[in-house]
């Protein structure tokens, strides 16, 4: 069971980031994922979340609108992405992709990948 994240990085203000996370393992692709991020000094928060397959989206009002979550089943594998543009300076955090058999739109998933830090300077 496996869930690795990739894509962070530093980028400018008002610039995109596309955030990737493969799901192995387990049969993910039956799964809801999910993005979540934590900025130093806060709690984990809750992005945006897909179900198995990519027909329902759900967003975080702090991030609706400018995040796109999606996702690609093939291969036996689940690729989940998240595209962020118009980021912000607070939008700097380490983001984490999880993944859980029903939806959850808080931070309690029971798979988590490890964390990709995006930086946004402003």
């Known amino acids: 069971v496996q869930l690795q994240a990739s894509g962070g990085g530093l980028v400018q203000a008002g610039g995109s980031l596309r955030l990737s996370c493969v799901a192995s393992g387990r049969t993910f692709s039956s799964y809801y994922m999910g993005w979540l991020r934590q900025a130093p000094g806060k709690e984990r928060e809750f992005l945006a979340a897909?179900?198995?397959?990519?027909?329902?989206?759900?967003?975080a009002d702090s991030v609706k609108g400018r995040f796109t979550i999606s996702r690609d089943n093939a291969n036996a594998k689940s690729t989940v992405y998240l595209q962020m543009n118009s980021l912000k300076p607070e939008d700097t955090a380490v983001y984490y992709c999880?993944?859980?058999?029903?939806?959850?739109?808080?931070?309690?998933?029971?798979?988590w990948g490890q964390g990709t830090l995006v930086t946004v300077s402003s």
């Open positions: 897909i179900n198995w397959s990519g027909s329902t989206t759900y967003y």
């Open positions: 999880a993944a859980d058999r029903s939806v959850v739109t808080s931070n309690k998933y029971n798979y």
